[in-house]
Nanobody, 121 residues
Framework: QVQLVESGGGLVQAGGSLRLSCAASGRTFTSYTMAWFRQAPGKEREFVARINWTGGSIYSDSVKGRFTISRDNAKNTVYLQMNSLKPEDTAVYYC???????????????WGQGTQVTVSS
């Protein structure tokens, strides 16, 4: 069983930055694929970024070049550095984890409770 706890959300002006953190329990964190998703009001949860156990990462087109996902295996933590934030980035951001190296869509085994990010114009 893996537990995920997100933190770092808040209110920021457009153009600003935030860094989200996701602390994971469990001794096998290093082998997990970790991802960030987000869900805006009235919309489906959407993929933001993913990082695998080797450090390889992919991003959605909407955040590419502005967001950076990283992991610190010694701290069992994955981060999402968000720069040049836009009002359309406003959403609840969720951390997800899975033992499989490739996960299709939202089919991750473990999810955090989410952290709110609000970007004002």
């Amino acid at each position: 069983q893996v537990q995920l706890v997100e933190s770092g959300g808040g209110l920021v002006q457009a153009g600003g930055s935030l860094r989200l953190s996701c602390a994971a329990s469990g001794r096998t964190f290093t082998s997990y694929t970790m991802a960030w998703f987000r869900q805006a009001p009235g919309k489906e949860r959407e993929f933001v970024a993913r990082i695998n156990w080797t450090g390889g990462s992919i991003y959605s087109d909407s955040v590419k070049g502005r967001f950076t996902i990283s992991r610190d295996n010694a701290k069992n933590t994955v981060y999402l550095q968000m720069n040049s934030l836009k009002p359309e980035d406003t959403a609840v951001y969720y951390c997800a984890a899975d033992q499989r190296p490739v996960v299709v869509g939202r089919k991750y085994d473990y999810w955090g409770q989410g952290t709110q990010v609000t970007v004002s114009s």
